[in-house]
């Protein structure tokens, strides 16, 4: 849906997806590196374009745009959607990150900040491609826990492949948070020139 | 007798690999970015602040962007060091 959810880190920031990133969205889920263990994207610009309108149509999802908040460069995408009113709980997904991007880490911190601190949300979940091994070992690295696997989940090319549930709790996120972003803000310094975060951010 | 600098540096990335990685790395093994499932965004950040804690170095993106294998880092650090 459109909204207006920005949420700003040291070096990254996530903005509300506008049409005009139609052809970044586009190159990112065809690139064959990026796009192996995601839904396939538009097969064209007009496709992802009519996808982003019907997104604007759809209540509950926020989509975002990754971005280099010194120098607007486009990094990635993320989303928040799936959003259960009642029991505060969202998935999130839609997690693509260029190639040579250092925005993983920062961009993931900057998802739970937007679904625990503005949206309210109790819990997020995310799934993953069990084949999507680095993405797999990311989140248990990150501190997310497997709930289950979900067999069959996901379809490609006629082949269908397992995926694991992973969930972070706001509780678990309270814990995780400091040293989490600690290191983002470190992070950041290589991205910055090692000037340290960008100005005017806070923790 | 005192080792050669560059012996010592690829000895020393493996051992720092093995930390991260969580399970030993062996001598002439050149562990990757792109075959081990364990390297992952986050260890890989990880990696490079222990690197740059352990060298006394701060690196740049170009540097990290070359952070592909062990022998990669280790080459980048010889020639670090060595400047």
Same mark, same amino acid.
């Given at each position: 849906m459109r909204h207006n959810l920005t949420v700003e880190g040291p070096a990254f920031r996530l903005r509300p997806v506008a049409m005009e990133d139609a052809p970044f969205i586009h190159a990112l889920r065809t690139d064959p590196e990026r796009s192996r263990y995601?839904?396939?994207?538009?097969?064209?610009?007009? /496709?992802?374009?009519? !996808?982003?309108? *019907?997104?604007?149509?759809?209540? /509950?999802?926020?989509?975002?745009?990754? #971005?280099?908040?010194?120098?607007? #460069?486009r990094e990635g995408t993320a989303g928040i959607y799936n959003i259960d009113a009642e029991k505060r709980c969202a998935e999130w997904g839609r997690w693509i990150v260029r190639a040579g991007s250092l925005a993983a880490l920062e961009s993931v911190c900057l998802v739970y900040r937007a679904g625990f601190e503005r949206l309210g949300l109790k819990a997020m979940v995310c799934r993953t491609i069990l084949e999507n091994a680095s993405a797999v070992a990311f989140h248990d690295s990150f501190g997310v826990?497997?709930?289950?696997?979900? &067999?069959?989940?996901? #379809?490609?090319?006629?082949?269908?492949? *397992?995926?694991?549930? =992973?969930?972070?709790?706001?509780?678990? !996120?309270?814990?995780?948070?400091?040293? +989490?972003?600690?290191?983002?803000?470190?992070?950041? +310094? !290589?991205?910055? /020139?090692?000037?340290? &975060?960008?100005? =005017?951010? &806070?923790a | 007798m005192a080792q050669p600098v560059g012996i010592n540096i690829r000895a020393e990335v493996r051992g720092l690999l093995a930390l991260i990685l969580g399970r030993p790395v @062996? $001598?002439?093994?050149?562990?990757?970015? %792109? $075959? $081990?499932? @364990?390297? $992952?965004?986050?260890?890989?950040?990880?990696?490079?602040?222990?690197?740059e804690d352990h060298f006394q170095l701060r690196f740049t993106p170009e540097d990290i962007a070359e952070f592909r294998d062990a022998d990669g880092i280790a080459?980048?650090?010889? %020639?670090?060091? %060595? %400047?």
């Open positions: 995601i839904h396939r994207g538009a097969a064209d610009l007009r /496709g992802q374009q009519e !996808w982003i309108e *019907d997104y604007f149509a759809r209540p /509950g999802d926020y989509y975002f745009l990754i #971005e280099n908040r010194a120098s607007g #460069e826990e497997r709930v289950r696997v979900l &067999p069959n989940y996901f #379809e490609r090319d006629g082949r269908s492949m *397992d995926a694991v549930e =992973g969930r972070l709790s706001r509780a678990r !996120w309270n814990v995780l948070r400091a040293n +989490t972003l600690a290191k983002a803000a470190r992070a950041a +310094t !290589w991205v910055n /020139g090692n000037a340290g &975060p960008a100005a =005017g951010v &806070p | @062996g $001598d002439t093994e050149n562990p990757s970015r %792109a $075959d $081990d499932p @364990g390297w $992952d965004s986050l260890k890989h950040i990880e990696m490079v602040f222990l690197l080459r980048l650090l010889e %020639a670090r060091l %060595a %400047a």
